[in-house]
Every structure is written in structure tokens, then in C-alpha cells.
């Protein structure tokens, strides 16, 4: 059936037009956002300026007060960045601020090589210090037998196996859980013809 033009009254063809394809787009890969070089500098600087506060044991009001008299500001946090440069210079030659470069390693270990319950001072509620001492024992008595260093995560990992994952260190192990290690090391001195203690 034909459409039929109202203002003319004449027959009107149709144009059937093809549908557009529309091409998907690709899904790029998350980025970090990351400032301007201007932006990161600025904060890279307000944090010196509130380590310098803290290093100088500055109290609010003598921080305020230094803002106040030098910038006529409350905040470092409105000051641009050649100011700031300027606060951490005053800082540095006026109040003794001495900037130190940062002590972390890249992929630095944070794991200490000696258990806590076995350091000295150890305040230790379930006296495990004597089955830390023989497990310790028994590390040295492995490394001894086959001529190397058997460290303390060789315990740990032992431990973590019986505990099926639970336990990940000698500080929040039970006393039970110590004998289990214990037992462990005992067995394995034996198989290989060590000495068990």
C-alpha cells in the first residue's frame, strides 16, 4: 500500500535506507591517571613540608603561625609550587629541617630473619620459647648435616602446611601447632639418618 503525501496528495516513495553499521569500539586497558609533572612536584612537596612539620615536632599553632607570618596563609595546601619550594627552604635554613633520602628498598623484605618469640624481650604468654629453641636446634642440626643454611622459613613453611594456610608465622602459632613442627622436623632427621633430638 502506497503513503500518500498529505500537502501534495500524491503517492510518496519510499527510501529505504540500510542500517549503518556501527563498529565496537576496543576495549583499551586501564591507566593510571596521573597528573602534570607541576601537579606531582606540588605533592611530592606538601608531603615534605608536613614530614619537615613532624621531624621539627612543630605544634599546630607554631605551623600555623610560621604559614601565617611568611605567606599570610592557613594552609600549605593553597600555596603554588614555587612557593612551597620557598616553605621547604625556610624550613631547611630557618627551623633546622635536614630532608633525608627514603631507606626502603625496591622488592625489600619486611620479614624479619629471627622469629619475635625467640628475640630478646620477648613478653611470651605460652612459654614457647623452649620449642622454638629446639626448633631451632633442629634447623641448625638439617643445615649442619647437609652443609647449609636451613632458615627459619624453611620452619615457617612447614608450619604452614600443617595448619593447612591458617598459621602464616611463629608469632601467632600455638604451642600445639609448635610440637606439630616439632614432630615434623623429628621425622624428617630421622628418614634422612640425622640426629633427632
Not at 90 to 99: A, D, L
Not at 123 to 137: F, G, H, S, V
Not at 174 to 181: C, F, P, S
Request: proline content about 5%.
Amino acid at each position: 500500500m502506497p503513503v500518500i503525501d498529505f500537502s501534495t496528495g500524491q503517492p510518496v516513495e519510499r527510501r529505504v535506507e540500510a542500517p549503518t553499521k556501527v563498529q565496537p569500539e576496543k576495549a583499551q586497558p586501564a591507566r593510571r591517571k596521573r597528573g602534570t609533572l607541576a601537579h606531582e612536584m606540588r605533592t611530592a612537596l606538601l608531603a615534605k613540608v608536613h614530614i619537615a612539620k613532624t621531624q621539627l615536632g612543630m605544634t599546630d599553632g607554631e605551623y600555623l603561625t610560621m604559614l601565617d607570618s611568611y605567606y599570610n596563609v592557613s594552609s600549605a595546601g593553597v600555596l603554588d609550587l614555587a612557593e612551597l619550594k620557598g616553605l621547604v627552604l625556610v624550613m631547611q635554613r630557618e627551623y633546622g629541617f635536614k630532608p633525608t633520602k627514603g631507606s626502603a628498598k625496591r622488592k625489600a623484605t619486611r620479614k624479619k630473619a629471627i622469629p619475635a618469640t625467640l628475640q630478646s624481650g620477648a613478653n611470651d604468654p605460652l612459654d614457647r620459647k623452649p620449642l622454638m629453641e629446639k626448633i631451632e636446634a633442629q634447623l641448625t642440626e638439617k643445615g649442619r648435616v647437609e652443609g647449609t643454611h636451613v632458615p627459619w622459613g624453611y620452619a615457617v613453611a612447614v608450619l604452614k602446611k600443617q595448619s593447612g594456610g591458617v598459621t602464616r608465622c611463629f608469632e601467632h602459632a600455638t604451642a600445639e601447632q609448635l610440637r606439630g613442627v616439632i614432630a615434623a622436623l623429628t621425622r624428617d632427621a630421622k628418614r634422612q639418618g640425622r640426629r633427632a633430638y
